[in-house]
């Protein structure tokens, strides 16, 4: 069965340290990856897909993750944090046909941001 | 594009009583909608798969006489909680999928915060 680890439920850096939100899966087959951002009270925002293609991906406010096969990761990263970008971060998995419609969320990493 | 919205955003109800929470696409069609819950400082849960036309897809675990999900238009799912007690109390998510979407791809709503007393 597909499922998503996020070995750290909190990550603190400091303003304009570069940042990374761990992420590893299982999933068999070819993964089809996301991370979300969700603010309190809020319900989730899309920052980035891997599909297929280039490991590195770009996606909204700055965020990139990279995909790395033989380590089965997707971590999030970002070169220089913002104190707005203290939130929950979601990594998550689509699962394999025929539940390929099913999205399969980690626990989620809390960010938080030092001025 | 690709906008969901749910209603009400918070809710409030005395044990006992259903409450009805709505999820709309507002600028796409969806055959398929999705309903998460997430307790506090947890991940999100998948409840239930809502296809238009038919009946929903329950996962393991959640009472289909207690959650009755209707998704009667390519744009609107309804997610009942009947009977609500305090620990239904929770926030309840939605997401639609689009027919355009060429891997399925999910669209998040805001979020429906339900306190039930």
């Known amino acids: 069965a597909q499922s998503v680890a996020q070995p750290e439920d909190q990550v603190n850096v400091a303003e304009g340290n570069p940042l990374t939100v761990k992420c590893t899966y299982s999933?068999?087959?070819?993964?089809?990856l996301f991370w979300y951002v969700q603010y309190p009270n809020r319900g989730l925002q899309f920052l980035l897909k891997y599909i297929t293609g280039d490991n590195l991906v770009k996606g909204s406010y700055g965020f990139e993750a990279e995909f790395n096969k033989s380590q089965t990761s997707f971590h999030l990263k970002k070169p220089s944090a913002l104190v707005s970008d203290s939130a929950l971060y979601f990594c998550a998995v689509r699962g394999p046909f025929p539940r390929d419609d099913k999205i399969i969320f980690g626990k989620g990493t809390r960010l938080h941001i030092l001025p | 594009g690709a906008v969901v919205s749910q209603h009400p955003s918070r809710v409030i109800c005395k044990s006992g009583t259903s409450v009805k929470i709505e999820c709309r696409s507002l600028?796409?069609?969806?055959?398929?909608m999705f309903w998460y819950r997430q307790f506090p400082k947890q991940s999100l849960m998948l409840m239930a798969t809502s296809n238009e036309g038919s009946k929903a897809t329950y996962e393991q675990g959640v009472e289909k006489d207690k959650f009755l999900i209707n998704h009667a238009s390519l744009t609107l799912s309804t997610l009942t909680v009947t009977s609500a007690h305090p620990e239904d109390s929770s926030f309840y998510i939605c997401?639609?999928?689009?027919?355009?979407?060429?891997?399925?791809?999910?669209?998040f709503g805001p979020g429906t915060r339900l306190t039930v007393l």
């Open positions: 999933v068999s087959g070819n993964p089809y």
């Open positions: 997401s639609a999928v689009s027919l355009k979407s060429s891997y399925n791809e999910q669209f």
């Open positions: 600028d796409f069609q969806a055959t398929t």
